[in-house]
Structure formats: structure tokens, C-alpha cells
């Protein structure tokens, strides 16, 4: 069948967007499923960092690529032994697939799947195969997911059965947003009552992991940017503290503020300098924890001995440590108590055809997820 797609064909583009146009709108040729693969007609799809950074060289991936991972959508027909999924079904994407199989699938972290971290670099389905054509040419799925397309064959593995009474751009942010921000919460730090926390980077993920943290119980918390306005909306979602990262000394502001640092401080901006604050304002005993995803040539430092004389820890969190199958309800489950506030991340909605606009938004930090409706 044709599908109408945005295709990244050359990354590291100029800004703005919008003049250099990374994304083309193209149709292209999309294959039935096969063994263990769902066809989706893509309802909703955010616009993540996650794809910004492959769109701006930062994360290196094979082109020509349909982008997109973080969406929901209905299934329209299911492959050859896919029996937990049917017709009609809505679904959400999961921008890691599980194999089952590997020893970290098996120990309870899917996460960290070894067959799902190889194909996603490979730009190919969990099976390996790629379904989606132009002409002769191949095109390598994003994240095993692809979600910027009307329709989409992905892996039963990266999906996650959802109910039918959720708005579908609001059921596409469990996907990435909020399973990866609340889940290096409550999963990764498992943060306790009455805890401390800060939050380094207010982006989507930054501030899933704000309202993850008021929902935990969290006394105080510390919301960090460069943006004024996101520094505003952390307050409304529930954010004690606000400072601009842009003072040459926020650190110790935030420590002097703070009596000494923070149990728990969450990097969520994927960049050094943002890792170096999130360390310096962690406390004495206290623990780092980082979703962000930097170029992989980045490298952070800090003083060696303060691991040892302070007691500190260094944490990374990748999907939030989550089991996806068990979380994402869970975390549904909560939004529908009104214990996540997910709606407040949601900042427009847009067509397809805007996404190079959209992606300027999200690059300028204006943005906190940017919502594609078909």
C-alpha cells in the first residue's frame, strides 16, 4: 500500500527548518505485515529530542529514515502469530521492542533489550526486515516505530495494548514522555515520601519527571531551565523552586537555596552542561540519575573522590527502567485519577505536512510536545 510519510534524508541541516527543509513529505511503498508484525493506522504522533537529535546529526542514524516513535494508534491487520492483538485494537508505540529472549528481557529489564537496542541502531524491525520502500530504495524505520506516517508495520513487541476511551494524542505521550520522565521517577530512583528532587531540563521528559515526582510525594521541587516560560509552567504543574540555568552560578544558588543539594536531581536534557549542574546540586548521599541521550562523542566529568567521600551515585535511566506491558496502563490509570497531569504537556497540534515548522518550535525550546493529528 502507499503511505504518505516524513523522510529525513540528509541530517545536520541548517536552522531554521522551516527554510532548509531536513523533512520531506513523500509517499511511499509499505509492505503487508509479516511474522510477529502489526499493520497501524497512525492517529497521533509527538515530536520528540529523540527525533530532533537524529535530525540534527547528534544521534547518527542510517538515511533515508522515516521518522517518528512516539504515537498511537488503531490495528488495522496483524501478521502471522500475533495473538495478543487484533483488528480494531488501540495501541501505543514503544520506541524499544523486547524481545523476550535476550538475558535482560529475561531479567526483567526490556529496556535494555540487546536485539531491540541492535535494530534500532540498524534502522530495521525487530525481525531485521524493512518494509518500507520508495521505488527501489530502501527506507529504515525510526526506533523499530516510524510513527510519522498515516500508517505503520511495526513489531508486536513494540506495542502496548491500551483502552479505547483515551484521546489518541494524549495516549501518544506514554510512549516516550511520560514512560521515560515518570518512570526514571518512580522506577529508576524509586524515590520515597517526603524525598527532595530536582529536575535539570524541561523539556517533555523533564516534565513528565516533574509530575511524576508530585504524584511520589516528593516535598520539594526544584524545576531547572533556560526558559522562562517552561520555568513558569513547572510551577503550575507543581514545581516548589524554579531557576534559570542560564546564571553562570545556578549551582550554587540552588545549593545555598537548598541547604547543601538534593536526594534525588534528574538530567533530562541530554547536554554536559546540564549533567555538571545536575551533580553539583546533588547532595551529599544523594543520587544523579540521567535520561538524556548527548552525542555519543560527549563525554562528563567530575571530581573523582566525591563519589567515595560523598557518597553519591551516578544513575542512568533509559524508558524510565520501565516494563512498558505493565507501566503504561499503570501510568494511564493514574492520568485518568488526575494524578499525572500528561494533558499539560501537550502544546498544539499540528498536520504532517508542518513538521519542519514544528521541529523549529521544539529546537528553540518553545515547545514542550508538539502533537501530529491524522
Known amino acids: 500500500m502507499q503511505v504518505k510519510s516524513a523522510v ?16 520531506s513529505i513523500e509517499k511511499l511503498e509499505l509492505d503487508p505485515p509479516q511474522q510477529g508484525e502489526v499493520l497501524i493506522q497512525m492517529k497521533a504522533a509527538s515530536l520528540c529530542h529523540s527525533d530532533l537529535s537524529v535530525i540534527n546529526g547528534s544521534r547518527p542514524r542510517p538515511l533515508p529514515m522515516a521518522l517518528g ?3 498511537a494508534g488503531v490495528v488495522v491487520e496483524t501478521g502471522v502469530g500475533v495473538e495478543d492483538l487484533h483488528p480494531g485494537d488501540h495501541i501505543v508505540c514503544v520506541f524499544v521492542p523486547s524481545c ?15 536485539k ?8 530495521t524491525l525487530l525481525s531485521g526486515g524493512k518494509r518500507l520502500h520508495a521505488g527501489k530504495e530502501v527506507v529504515n524505520h525510526h526506533l523499530g516505530v516510524s510513527a510519522f506516517s498515516e ?7 513494540s506495542l502496548v495494548k491500551v483502552e479505547k476511551d483515551i484521546p489518541f494524542e494524549k495516549a501518544a505521550l506514554f510512549g516516550c514522555a511520560v514512560i521515560t520522565g515518570v518512570g526514571a521517577v518512580v522506577n529508576t530512583a524509586a524515590i520515597k515520601l517526603g524525598n527532595t528532587v530536582a529536575i535539570v531540563g524541561l523539556g517533555g521528559v523533564g516534565l513528565s519527571a516533574l509530575i511524576g515526582a508530585v504524584s511520589a510525594g516528593a516535598s520539594r521541587i526544584v524545576a531547572v ?10 510551577k503550575e504543574l507543581g514545581a516548589t523552586d524554579t531557576f534559570n540555568s542560564r546564571d553562570r552560578d545556578v549551582s550554587d544558588q540552588i545549593r545555598e537555596a537548598t541547604g547543601g543539594g538534593l536526594d534525588y536531581v534528574f ?22 540519575v540521567t535520561t538524556g541521550l548527548p552525542h555519543p562523542n560527549h563525554h562528563f566529568s567530575f571530581p573523582y573522590v ?22 503504561i496502563p499503570r501510568f494511564i490509570h493514574l492520568f485518568k485519577q488526575r494524578r499525572l497531569q500528561v494533558d499539560k504537556l501537550m502544546t498544539e497540534i499540528i498536520t504532517l505536512d508542518e513538521i519542519n515548522e514544528g521541529f523549529d518550535k521544539l529546537a528553540k525550546g518553545e515547545s514542550s510536545r508538539i502533537i501530529i493529528s491524522f
Open 225 to 234: 531551565d533556560l526558559n522562562e516560560k517552561k520555568l513558569e509552567q513547572a
Open 116 to 123: 531491540g537496542a541492535a535494530t534500532n541502531n540498524a534502522g
Open 267 to 288: 538530567e533530562t536534557a541530554g547536554a554536559v552542561p546540564a549533567m555538571e549542574v545536575a551533580y553539583r546540586v546533588t547532595k551529599r548521599g544523594g543520587t544523579t
Open 69 to 71: 516513535h512516539e504515537a
Open 151 to 157: 500508517y505503520a508495520v511495526v513489531s508486536s513487541h
Open 306 to 327: 566525591s563519589l567515595t567521600a560523598e557518597e553519591k551515585t551516578i544513575k542512568g535511566s533509559y524508558v524510565g527502567s520501565c516494563v512498558p506491558h505493565r507501566d
Open 8 to 23: 529525513l534524508r540528509q541530517s545536520g541541516l541548517d536552522t531554521p527548518y522551516s527554510t532548509s527543509r531536513p523533512i
Open 100 to 114: 523476550g529472549d535476550c538475558l535482560p528481557c529475561k531479567e526483567g529489564r526490556p529496556a535494555l533489550c540487546e
